[in-house]
Nanobody, 120 residues
Framework: QVQLVESGGGLVQFGGSLRLSCAAS????????MGWYRQAPGKQRELVAS???????NYADSVKGRFTVSRDNAKNTLYLQMNSLKPEDTAVYYC??????????????WGQGTQVTVSS
């Protein structure tokens, strides 16, 4: 089992910055691919950024060059540095942990989410 707790959301003006954190507890954090997802009202949840256990990163096209995902395995914490924020970044941001157990089974955990609101 993995427990995920996000923090760092809030209200920010257009062009501002926020840093989200996701504190993990439970199983060995370093084994998991970690990701940030977001869901805006009336829209599906979408991947924002992910980072593998080996440190490889992946970003949605809409945030490339503005957001940076990182992890500190010693602190069991995932981060998302968000710069040049736009109103369309407004959403609930969720932390995710996933790892393959076998060719047909995965472990998948979600945090409770943190609200990010960008005013124009």
């Amino acid at each position: 089992q993995v427990q995920l707790v996000e923090s760092g959301g809030g209200l920010v003006q257009f062009g501002g910055s926020l840093r989200l954190s996701c504190a993990a507890s439970g199983n060995i954090f370093s084994l998991y691919t970690m990701g940030w997802y977001r869901q805006a009202p009336g829209k599906q949840r979408e991947l924002v950024a992910s980072i593998s256990s080996g440190g490889s990163t992946n970003y949605a096209d809409s945030v490339k060059g503005r957001f940076t995902v990182s992890r500190d395995n010693a602190k069991n914490t995932l981060y998302l540095q968000m710069n040049s924020l736009k109103p369309e970044d407004t959403a609930v941001y969720y932390c995710n942990a996933v790892r393959n157990l076998s060719s047909i089974a995965i472990e998948n955990y979600w945090g409770q989410g943190t609200q990010v609101t960008v005013s124009s």
